[in-house]
C-alpha cells in the first residue's frame, strides 16, 4: 500500500493497521533525512499548510512547523490569542479566510472535541488534527508507538502501562487506540477518579497499584495531571497523588527487570515523575520528541499526495 485509506488525520480509531505500517516505513526514511547534514527535501515546494494553535503548545507547534519547514512547505503559523478570534470571528470563518490564501493542509489543534472532524466537514482542506480537546492527539500516539518499535523492535505482542490522569488525556485515548491496532496490550493505572468509566470497553484493563502495574509491563507511559482541565478536586492532593502514583528510581530499582520510560510531556518534574527518572537512560523522553520530526513529515508527506495540483 503506498496511500493512506484516510483524507484527513482526524484520529487513530480512523486508520487502519496498514496506514500505521506505511506511516512508519514513510517516518523511517525522513528520519534518515533529518539526520543528514543537510536535512531537508523538496518534496512539498508546492504545498502551502497553516498551523493553527487555539490551545497552547510547544512540542506539537514546532515539531510540526520543523517537519514542514523540512519537507520545504511554505508555512503560515496562526495562535488564537493574538488573533481575530479574540474579537469574535468564528471558527469556520477564521478558516475559511485563512483558506481563501490558498492552503492546502490545515494543522489544527482546539479545545473542543471534534473540532477536527468539524472543520474537515465545512471547509475543502486537509485536516490533521493536532490534539482536539480530552479526544484525540493522533500523531503523539503515532510517534509514541513509533518510539516504542525503534526502542524494543516491535510493538506487537508488547505490555504498555498508561499512568496518571486517563480521564483528561488525548494521550491516552489516541494511543490505546494505536497500541491495540498494532496488537500489543494495554493496561491504564492511576486514581480511580481519573480512569473513564468507559475504559473496559476498550479492552483496556485497570490496575490501581502502581508496583503491579510496572511490574507487569514492558513500556510505561507517564502522564501528567491535566489541573487546567478539573473543575473539582479528583484527588486529596499532589502530595498523595505523588505518594501512590509518582515514578521515582527506588521502584524502579525494586522491579527486578527493566522498563522502558516514556513521556508525552510537558512533564511536572517531581509530581508524576522523578528528575533522575526523566533524565535516565531507560527514559525514552527526548527520543519521542526528536521522531516527532520524522513521523509528522510523514503525515503530512503522505496526505500532500492526495492535494490536487
Ligand atoms: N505532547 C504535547 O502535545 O506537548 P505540547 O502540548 O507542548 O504540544
Redesign the pocket.
Known sequence: MSELSVEHLLGIKYLKPSDIDLIFKTADHFKEVINRPIKKVPSLRDITIANLFF?????????FELAEKRLSADVINFSASQSSVKKGETLIDTVNNILAMKVDIVVM?HSNVGAGVFLSKHVDAKIIN??DGTHE?PT?ALLDSYSIREKLGNVKGKKIVIVGDILHS??ALSNIFALQLQGAEVKVCGPTTLIPKYISSLGVKVETNLKKALEWCDVANVLRVQHERMDIKYFPSTREYTQLFGINQEILDNLGKKIVIMH???INRGVEITSDVADSNDSIILN?VEN?VAVRMAVIYLLAQQVKR
Open positions: 490551545e497552547n503548545s510547544t512540542r506539537t507547534k514546532l515539531s489543534r493536532a490534539g492527539h503523539q488525548r494521550v508525552p510531556g510537558p519521542q516527532g
